[in-house]
């Protein structure tokens, strides 16, 4: 049973890259479908979680949506210098 898990992990895995989803940590995320708050410098990504997991029956793949939160615009600060 280990090897079936394993052997879907894998399948999950290549899967997802496949959709082009960009791994944040343990999670999958699409770019291409982003939405922009711009009046707050975000950008909301869709994503998905996915675990698979072993039971008496046999393996279970859970899949849940996710959503990423990105700062977008980071106002750099000027530097003022005074000069005596």
């Known amino acids: 049973m280990f090897l079936l898990n394993e052997l879907s992990t894998c399948f999950c895995v ?7 989803l960009k791994q944040i940590g343990r999670h999958y995320f699409n770019p291409a479908k982003h939405n922009d708050i711009p009046q707050h410098s ?18 279970m793949l859970n899949i849940d949506l996710a959503h990423k939160i990105l700062r977008t615009g980071m106002k750099k600060k000027k530097k003022v210098c005074t000069s005596k």
Do not use: C
């Open 14 to 20: 290549q899967f997802l890259r496949l959709l082009s």
């Open 42 to 59: 975000l950008q909301l990504w869709p994503g998905f979680i996915t675990a698979i997991a072993e039971y008496d029956g046999g393996a």
